[in-house]
């Protein structure tokens, strides 16, 4: 008899897993299938964010990160420790470990939940039915009352710069290398490509980064934007801008790039290339032809706002559909597909989605840019405080950066916040939810925030948006 199940999840990255989990949590049967192999051979849950991207990203950025602060900050507080050395396969070998840690963690929580993780490919037929290939073992049909695709994206890749595994290669190989190289450069200055040029230059290596667009993190508000390119050229970050790669060659010693400015054609050579230019749905082997559920031309699932895609009962759910391809945003879209295929009432708030790039300084916004409210026509305010004038931050040594804060001139609604400075991923969240709950800028000046903390410059700059700010000259 073929199995079956209230909910059959294709996926489990941070879309597919946590809707899995809620749909169990709402006394629903529920199976997740997953097909991700690490470089090891292994197969392990967590998609893309927790093998690939955002973990192992954040692993070895605190670990340059402080490596980094070792060699040039350290001094400052009188501590003296000799050459300070990284030893990149110690580097590596805690990556990795934390990545299997929580990997691990999901299936542990599968079984506490009483989801059935089936580890193999997952493909959509007709009629609520869904083929199962395991890894080990016969190929099964499996009856699903309702679908959730949840297959997440893949690094786009270039014909003119082709992944060769070692010298032209993807995000994710970039984090796994063994070695720091020489020189390298980075094609795209979006969020990994400057995660990753990050990474790799904190540890020496000549990091140039090829970014086809005229302006500099074009997504971010203008003033948080000035402030990063400034400090990551301090860090020897060689941005170029307005630059369009046209070819990439690999040879024995690393690779020759060719890219057109306004000065006319340039050529790079590094020893790797790292292609970062974004990444596009994963729907290979997906679908079956008759499966019914309606692609776009760039391969999205076509889906509403509730996720619900063009067949009855099968929703579709992060990377793998329109938005931001963010970890977050694909849970947030999970809990809401699990809640609605319950029968509960559910909804995902895209206007509210925080968005954090983790260099250093780390940059987070939520909400409209002043560039979006300006054009919108609504008048508005803005309030802003630098980490120089604060307390917790001199204590840091990281004094680089500001908080902006945006409102209505009318009802005083907070339209969106701005951060580039130390632990800005963080801070953002009191924003998120001040947006969250359409927070006045009175709101947070009201509230009561802890001394000496960085918090307190997001409060500032809520006081500087009606020119009272307290620890700071208003302007
Ligand atoms: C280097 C890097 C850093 C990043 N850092 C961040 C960050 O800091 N914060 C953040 O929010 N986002 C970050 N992201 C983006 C984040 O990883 C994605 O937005 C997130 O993983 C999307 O989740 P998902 O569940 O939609 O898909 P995925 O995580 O891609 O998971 C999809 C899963 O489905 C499986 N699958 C696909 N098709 C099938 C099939 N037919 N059968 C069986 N299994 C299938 C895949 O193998 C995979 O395991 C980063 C990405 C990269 C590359």
């Known amino acids: ?53 955002c973990i192992p990203s954040k692993a070895l950025l605190e670990s340059t990160e402080l490596f980094h602060r070792a060699q ?55 009629g609520s039915k869904v083929e199962f290939t395991p ?46 190289p020489e020189s390298l450069g980075v094609i795209g200055a979006g969020v990994v490509g400057l995660e990753l040029g990050s990474v790799w230059a904190r540890l020496g290596a000549k990091v140039t980064i090829i ?33 369009k790669m046209t070819s990439a060659q690999a040879s024995a010693n ?34 079956a032809d008759d499966a019914g559920v309606t692609l776009d031309e760039r391969g999205f699932v076509v889906v509403d706002d509730e996720c619900r895609t063009s067949v009855k009962n099968v929703y579709a759910i992060g990377d793998c559909v329109r938005g931001p391809m963010l970890a977050h945003k694909a849970s947030e879209e999970g809990v809401m597909a699990a809640d609605l295929i319950a029968g509960e009432t559910s909804e995902v708030n895209y206007d509210v989605i925080p968005s954090v790039i983790y260099t250093a300084p780390e940059i987070a916004w939520v909400g409209k840019t002043e560039e979006e409210v300006k054009s919108s026509g609504r008048s508005y305010k803005t309030g802003s405080f630098p980490f120089a004038a604060n307390g917790r931050a001199k204590a840091l040594e990281q004094t680089s950066g500001m908080v902006k804060v945006i409102s209505a001139e009318d009802d005083d ?22 947006l969250e709950f359409s927070a006045s800028t009175e709101d947070l000046q009201r509230t009561i925030h802890a001394h000496p903390s960085l918090a307190e410059a997001v409060h500032e700059a809520a006081l500087a948006a009606d020119k009272r700010a307290l620890n700071y000259i208003n302007r």
Request: aromatic share 6%; proline share 2%.
């Open 135 to 180: 890894v080990e073992g016969d190929v099964e049909t499996i009856d699903a009352k309702n679908v959730i695709l949840a297959a997440g994206s893949t690094p786009i890749e270039l014909g003119v710069a082709p992944f060769d595994g070692d010298k032209i290669v993807d995000s994710w190989a970039a984090l796994e290398f063994e070695s720091v």
């Open 413 to 434: 609604e907070i339209l969106g916040v701005h951060i580039v400075g130390p632990m800005a991923g963080e801070l953002i969240a009191e924003a998120v939810l001040a």
């Open 1 to 53: 008899m073929s199995k079956s199940y209230d909910v059959v999840v294709i996926g489990a990255g941070p879309g597919g897993y946590i809707a899995a989990i809620r749909a169990a949590q709402l006394g629903m049967t529920v199976a997740c299938i997953d097909e991700w192999k690490n470089k090891d051979g292994k197969n392990a849950f967590g998609g893309t964010c927790l093998n690939a991207g």
């Open 254 to 287: 690393g690779v020759t790039v060719t890219y057109e400015d306004a000065a006319g054609t340039q050529t790079l050579d590094v020893e790797k290339l790292i292609v970062a230019v974004g990444r596009r749905p994963f729907s290979d082997g997906l679908l």
């Open 211 to 243: 970014e086809a667009m005229d302006d500099f993190l074009f997504m971010a508000d203008r003033d948080v934007a000035k402030v990063a390119a400034k400090d990551f050229k301090k860090q020897g970050l060689d941005i170029k801008l307005g630059a």
């Open 72 to 126: 040039h900050e350290f001094k400052k507080h009188g501590i003296s420790t000799g050459d300070v050395a990284m030893d990149v396969a110690t580097m590596q070998k805690r990556r990795a470990s934390i990545v299997r840690q929580l990997t691990g963690g999901i299936a542990g929580l599968f079984k506490a939940n009483k989801v059935d993780g089936l580890v193999g490919h997952g493909r959509l037929l007709s």
